[in-house]
């Protein structure tokens, strides 16, 4: 089963394997943000046939959805031959409730340059599963293979996958399914017990120097708190052949 159904040209309703960690009865936001990309992608796609790639996909959260459809629009806000910002907004009865802004931008042969001093992650064969809802509830989470190695209070490294597609019917390209499991990252190193202290993200941002491959998503994750009820997620993002960009979320921490 799909996460989500597309009920009309641009209106998309969710399964049950949307169902929030937080909240039961609201939207886990991660899927929303894979359908988000996905949109941007199909709307570059009917515009334009050079291949422009998504490089920053930033979202920022408005509020809880609840398990009810969403309607997507999509707006180009700076076009370009070789650099875009688009703009995807998700709405649920009229009220905006989640914003991606998206830089795309061209491609150039820069293989000789290419490299990074982000360190490699253990194979996914060599980290232990992880039953994930041991710790959180809800249809998402439940959704998702994890592996994990516990480097501490706010520190792990993580494998993650799902066999579910984002959209049911539709060709969905591999970035846009990344997408739709990043936010995750807030829930695989856990600095405090979430039944002790809510610490949800308002935000998330991912920048990307090279194209994710097929396979497993690793996240190598640092959780960090402040002392006036703030903090910050920060991971490293890895496919099976190593590091290919980083995303961040703002935390509100509330005990």
Not at 47 to 52: A, E, F, I, N, S
Not at 74 to 86: C, F, H, K, N, S
Request: one cysteine or more; glycine letters at 10%; charged letters at 20%.
């Amino acid at each position: 089963m799909a996460y989500w159904h597309r009920t009309g040209p641009h209106t998309f309703t969710p399964t049950e394997h949307v169902g929030g960690a937080w909240d039961l009865n609201t939207q886990h936001i991660a899927t929303l943000l894979g359908v988000l990309a996905h949109e941007v992608e199909r709307d570059r796609d009917a515009r334009r046939d050079d291949g422009l790639r998504l490089t920053r996909i930033s979202y920022d959260i408005l509020g809880t959805i609840p398990l009810e459809p969403v309607d997507v629009e999509v707006a180009v806000l700076r076009a370009g031959r070789t650099i875009e910002l688009v703009e995807a907004r998700a709405s649920h009865g009229g009220r905006p409730v989640v914003l991606l802004r998206a830089w795309l931008t061209a491609g150039y042969p820069t293989d000789e340059l290419a490299g990074t001093d982000h360190r490699p992650m253990p194979a996914p064969d060599e980290v232990p599963a992880w039953d994930m809802t041991t710790l959180w509830d809800g249809g998402f989470i439940a959704s998702v293979q994890v592996r994990r190695c516990d480097l501490g209070p706010g520190r792990a490294q993580t494998w993650v996958r799902t066999p579910h597609p984002i959209v049911a019917g539709e060709e969905v390209s591999r970035l846009a399914q990344v997408a739709g499991l990043l936010d995750i990252t807030n829930g695989v190193a856990v600095r405090a017990d979430p039944k002790e202290v809510s610490f949800p993200n308002l935000d998330l941002t991912a920048h990307l120097f090279r194209a994710p491959g097929d396979g497993w998503l690793g996240l190598d994750t640092t959780v960090s708190f402040g002392p006036e009820g703030a903090g910050v997620t920060t991971t490293v993002l890895h496919d099976e052949h190593g590091a290919f960009g980083v995303s961040t979320q703002c935390l509100t921490v509330r005990p």
